[in-house]
């Protein structure tokens, strides 16, 4: 290799291109010592600096990577070391930097399409959705071909409530990319949203390209099981070499993604035993408990099992729990809703039931409430969960026994002390769902965002009330304040995106309407006299 004491421009060139086609190649090692050699000797070298910053972020070292392409952006301001800039602030979820370096970038080469589609990128990421669409748009103008910013569009389009246009470019993203799984999963609940079932549940297979951890970070890839997935054909349809009866043909169920989605799917489980003669479920340990009550007892063909067994000769088929709606055929208008299908066990309840008729003025309605989901390095957990300052009028309601079913490890989810006055709270004694089903029993109504809990007391066949964000989650639908999945759920959703007070403002006419109808009611039920009671 040359030194670079007296090295003529070409030399410095030569080296670098030779440092370029290392990082192209996955040689970082020898392109760090090359770059090393060039910026020794010319340590302003604009080029180097950028690709050095390359092969720092190519290693992992994303902050350092920054400094780099910093120092390649002072020796020479270029767009495309700005979009790299753009890129890696990014990823450091630095979103209003990496926005200000795409403006940057911008100024320098305005049609530069890859920097129109990062400071949408950017602008995304700090929910400036409007303000990213019209950048997603000028980099479809000048690069129609890119299926990341249609998948990008559409997202945004299904975040403003445009079904029509998110479905648009979803479609114009898998056409563009036939692999572009996240397109694919997103068409999925767009279709799901629109209650075009039939459609979505095909694209809803790759809802996994879509899934991320509590942290937010995107989930590992399904399980590659060397099973057939049943999609609902006839059980005893397998290959000839293990060709059983259907009676003695047993089915392996997969958890996947939340407890809500758990609670929700496993009403499919008793439906796979009449397919079945076996059906284990791989159960998280949080809702073992609550499901053995609810479901072994009746059906001793189901097993809850801890973790995915290594030995897989004894099944002959298996479904992610999620793909079960698909395998069994379900429709907006016939998905199966028989309520209840989860129980609470009898004693748990009984003593939660003493202990709220010890409190003072035991007649008041019991009103459980969830205001925050419990992921918050999750996006959408911003959107779908209230702050204590939001929630604190509603709490401030009168003659109401407002009890909490809110966990989290968050600080900045936890009620301040004034509204913690208001209610009960017993949370620290739930360790599981079962817990929490208890609890549920001896409540007339429970109020929740959209999370587990809204689930679980649905499916208890308690009334609930979702308060549900702008364009929420596709199983609520589109504009609808029911749902086909839980008879007794009403869903109050925000009519302006990020609006709870509306939302709020409802739900309190709807309190006093409805306990003002009930209260005596209820009264005669647990026994009180009518004069004790008070309506909110």
């Given at each position: 290799?040359?030194?670079?004491?007296?090295?003529s421009?070409?030399?410095?060139?030569?080296?670098?291109n030779?440092?370029?086609?290392?990082?192209?190649a996955?040689?970082?090692?020898?392109?760090?010592t090359?770059?090393?050699?060039?910026?020794?000797?010319?340590?302003?070298?604009a080029?180097s600096?950028?690709l050095?910053g390359?092969?720092?972020?190519?290693?992992?070292?994303?902050e350092?990577?920054s400094?780099w392409?910093e120092?390649?952006?002072?020796?020479r301001p270029d767009?495309?070391f700005?979009?790299?800039?753009?890129?890696i602030?990014?990823r450091?979820?630095?979103?209003a930097?990496s926005?200000?370096?795409a403006s940057r970038g911008?100024a320098?080469q305005p049609?530069?399409?890859v920097l129109?589609?990062?400071h949408?990128?950017?602008?995304?990421y700090?929910?400036?959705?409007?303000?990213?669409a019209?950048s997603?748009r000028r980099?479809?103008?000048?690069?129609?071909g890119?299926s990341a910013?249609?998948?990008?569009?559409?997202?945004i389009?299904k975040?403003l409530g445009a079904?029509?246009?998110a479905?648009?470019?979803?479609?114009?993203?898998?056409?563009?990319?036939?692999?572009?799984?996240s397109?694919?999963?997103?068409?999925?609940h767009?279709?799901?949203?629109?209650?075009?079932?039939?459609e979505?549940?095909?694209?809803?297979?790759?809802r996994?390209?879509?899934f991320?951890?509590?942290?937010?970070t995107?989930q590992?890839?399904?399980?590659?099981?060397?099973?057939?997935?049943?999609?609902?054909?006839?059980p005893?349809?397998?290959?000839?070499e293990?060709?059983?009866?259907?009676?003695?043909t047993?089915?392996?169920?997969?958890h996947?993604?939340?407890y809500?989605?758990s609670?929700?799917f496993?009403?499919?489980?008793?439906?796979?035993?009449?397919?079945f003669?076996?059906?284990?479920?791989?159960?998280?340990s949080s809702?073992?408990?609550?499901y053995?009550?609810?479901?072994?007892?009746?059906?001793?063909?189901?097993?809850?099992?801890?973790?995915?067994p290594?030995?897989l000769?004894?099944?002959?088929?298996?479904?992610?729990l999620?793909?079960?709606p698909?395998?069994?055929?379900?429709?907006?208008?016939?998905?199966?809703a028989?309520?209840p299908y989860?129980?609470?066990d009898a004693?748990?309840?009984?003593e939660?039931?003493?202990?709220?008729?010890?409190?003072?003025?035991?007649?008041?309605?019991?009103?459980?409430?969830?205001w925050?989901?419990?992921?918050?390095g999750i996006?959408v957990?911003r959107?779908?969960?209230?702050?204590?300052?939001?929630i604190?009028p509603?709490l401030?309601?009168?003659?109401?026994?407002?009890?909490s079913?809110?966990?989290t490890?968050d600080?900045?989810?936890?009620?301040?002390e004034?509204?913690r006055?208001?209610?009960?709270?017993?949370?620290?004694e739930l360790?599981?769902?079962?817990d929490?089903?208890?609890?549920?029993?001896?409540?007339d109504?429970v109020i929740?965002?959209?999370?587990?809990?809204a689930h679980?007391?649905?499916?208890m066949g308690?009334?609930?009330?979702?308060?549900?964000?702008f364009?929420?989650?596709?199983?609520?639908?589109?504009?609808?304040d029911?749902?086909?999945?839980?008879?007794?759920l009403?869903i109050?959703?925000?009519?302006?995106?990020?609006?709870?007070?509306?939302v709020?403002a409802r739900v309190?006419?709807?309190l006093?309407?409805s306990?003002?109808?009930?209260?005596?009611?209820?009264?005669e039920?647990r026994g009180?006299?009518?004069a004790?009671?008070?309506t909110?």
């Open positions: 290799m040359k030194t670079l004491a007296h090295a421009s070409d030399d410095v060139a030569t080296l670098y030779e440092a370029l086609q290392a990082h192209n996955g040689h970082f090692d020898t392109a760090a090359i770059l090393n050699l060039i910026l020794s000797q010319h340590p302003s070298h080029d600096l950028h050095g390359l092969v720092t972020l190519a290693s992992g070292h994303t350092a990577a400094e392409v120092r390649a952006i002072e020796a767009p495309v700005y979009n790299t800039l753009a890129v602030q990014c450091l979820r630095a979103f930097r926005a200000q370096s911008l320098l049609d530069l399409p129109h589609y990062n949408a990128l950017a602008l995304q700090q929910d400036r959705v409007e303000e990213s019209i997603y980099a479809l103008e000048l690069d129609p890119n910013a249609h998948n990008n569009l559409g997202l389009s975040a079904l029509d246009e479905e648009l470019r979803f479609r114009c993203a898998i056409a563009l990319a036939p692999d572009n799984l397109a694919r999963s997103n068409l999925g767009t279709l799901l949203a629109a209650e075009r079932y039939e979505a549940w095909p694209f809803f297979e790759d996994r390209a879509s991320e951890d509590s942290n937010g995107p590992a890839a399904r399980p590659q099981l060397p099973l057939p997935q049943w999609k609902g054909e006839s005893e349809i397998t290959d000839v293990h060709r059983k009866s259907a009676r003695n047993r089915l392996l169920i997969i996947e993604q939340g809500g989605d609670l929700q496993v009403r499919y489980l008793p439906l796979a035993l009449e397919r003669s076996q059906v284990a479920y791989v159960c998280p809702l073992q408990r609550l053995e009550r609810s479901f072994s007892s009746c059906w001793p063909g189901l097993v809850l099992i801890d973790a995915l290594e030995d000769s004894d099944w002959d088929w298996y479904c992610p999620m793909s079960l698909m395998a069994f055929g379900a429709r907006f208008h016939n998905v199966p028989t309520i989860l129980f609470a004693d748990r309840a009984g939660w039931r003493a202990r709220l008729t010890a409190l003072p003025n035991p007649g008041l309605p019991r009103v459980g409430i969830v925050a989901g419990g992921h918050s996006d957990d959107l779908r969960s209230l702050s204590p300052a939001q604190a509603l401030a309601l009168p003659h109401v026994r407002w009890v079913l809110q966990k490890d600080p900045t989810k936890r009620l301040g004034a509204s006055g208001h209610l009960i709270d017993w949370t620290d360790t599981d769902f079962a929490t089903a208890a609890l549920l029993e001896n409540l109504l929740s965002a959209d999370t587990s809990v679980l007391a649905a499916a308690k009334r609930v009330w979702l308060l549900n964000r364009a929420g989650c596709w199983r609520w639908g589109c504009g609808r029911d749902s086909p999945w839980y008879p007794s009403r109050f959703t925000q009519s302006q995106r990020g609006n709870w007070d509306d709020l309190a006419v709807a006093q309407q306990f003002l109808l009930h209260d005596a009611h209820r009264g039920e009180l006299p009518h004790e009671h008070q909110p």
